[in-house]
């Protein structure tokens, strides 16, 4: 009987042994795996150390800087040096790296401030930014690039009137009609078209070959406060498309009215009056016009007078002139 209990104690305290130092020898093997540079010591002699606990407080100060709203009206000496000792002091002032991008688009200095909304994305990935960022994009036509930054936009705010309407009007620039047309129809289930977005949806549904709803889109535009020459451009094309002349040359005209320098407007105008057998009307655009563009009034003047080709016969051709 004491032997039995002499030897289940025995047993017992090899085991308490062996595990003690497999325990130990896992918990140094786990500090020895700690990434260089790192200390071993426990975290309450980390915490009482007042040399960890000066650098990590450690704060430096960002100089003062200008309120953001009158960035616009810097020279363009200042706007660089603030730009240049924001990013020198590692700002985190993502609004003034904004608009200090958007005073560089202004001044059509596309690459700084791209590099200016750049950093103001990377401390706050707001969709107006990924939408100035587009528009950046856009004027050095790098379209890739900008439906890029405008499709983040709106995955992060679908609802954002400015990021959609932005996407939509790339669309439009790259010719890419069907979707175009499909990006406004989106559009318009989650946000209301204003009269800009309504009237470049009638642009690409002219396009697609739908003049009737091109119609039934800015018809009521131009004829509403505050139409634009362009309204009445597509509502003068729609109704060219649908062969109603009269009714084309009367929007052309009217666009003409707002915008008199327009010679593409002319141009629509002219081909318009010639349809409707306005010839003299059509030609009075032409002599309008040929001074400011003399590239287009040429094919213009090409067009009026391509029917006065004639066809003869032999016995006509032997015929004196009169």
């Given at each position: 009987?004491?032997?039995?209990y ?5 047993a ?11 325990f ?9 795996n700690?990434a260089?540079?790192?200390s ?7 915490t ?7 650098s990590?407080?450690a704060?430096v ?5 200008p309120d ?13 040096k603030?730009?240049?000792r924001?990013?020198?002091h590692?700002?985190k ?8 991008g958007?005073?560089?688009f202004?001044?059509k200095?596309?690459?700084k ?22 528009l ?7 379209f890739?690039d ?9 995955n ?15 669309l ?12 406004y ?5 989650v ?8 009237t470049?949806y ?20 131009a004829?509403?406060?505050e139409p ?10 729609a109704?060219y498309a ?17 915008d008199p ?7 629509n105008?002219?081909?318009a009056?010639?349809a ?9 655009q032409?002599?309008?016009m ?11 003047y ?11 016969d ?9």
């Amino acid at each position: 009987m004491f032997r039995r209990y002499f030897a289940i104690c025995l047993a017992v305290c090899f085991s308490y042994v062996i595990v003690t130092v497999l325990f130990s020898n896992t918990l140094a093997q786990n500090q020895n795996n700690l990434a260089p540079g790192s200390s071993a010591k426990p975290p309450s002699d980390i915490t009482k150390s007042p040399t960890r606990t000066a650098s990590s407080s450690a704060i430096v100060a960002e100089p003062d800087y200008p309120d953001p709203t009158t960035v616009k009206t810097l020279s363009d000496e200042d706007l660089n040096k603030l730009f240049d000792r924001m990013s020198t002091h590692y700002s985190k002032d993502a609004v003034l790296f904004n608009n200090i991008g958007a005073a560089f688009f202004q001044r059509k200095e596309y690459d700084k401030s791209e590099a200016a909304i750049r950093r103001a994305i990377v401390l706050n990935n707001h969709p107006a930014f990924l939408v100035n960022l587009s528009l950046v994009y856009d004027a050095l036509q790098r379209f890739p690039d900008a439906i890029n930054a405008a499709q983040r936009a709106i995955n992060q705010a679908p609802r954002y009137a400015r990021a959609r309407s932005e996407m939509c009007e790339l669309l439009l620039e790259t010719k890419r009609v069907p979707d175009t047309v499909l990006c406004y129809e989106e559009m318009s289930k989650v946000v209301t078209l204003d009269p800009a977005s309504q009237t470049y949806y009638s642009v690409a549904l002219l396009r697609s070959g739908d003049p009737e709803k091109a119609i039934a889109m800015v018809a009521p535009l131009a004829t509403g406060a505050e139409p634009t020459a362009l309204m009445f451009n597509v509502l003068g094309g729609a109704y060219y498309a649908k062969k109603r002349f009269n009714q084309a040359s009367e929007a052309f005209k009217r666009g003409v009215e707002i915008d008199p320098a327009s010679t593409s407007l002319r141009y629509n105008l002219a081909m318009a009056l010639t349809a409707a057998n306005n010839r003299p009307g059509a030609l009075s655009q032409y002599n309008l016009m040929k001074d400011k563009d003399p590239k287009l009034a040429d094919e213009l003047y090409r067009n009026l007078f391509r029917d006065k080709i004639l066809f003869v016969d032999e016995q006509t051709a032997k015929t004196p002139r009169p």
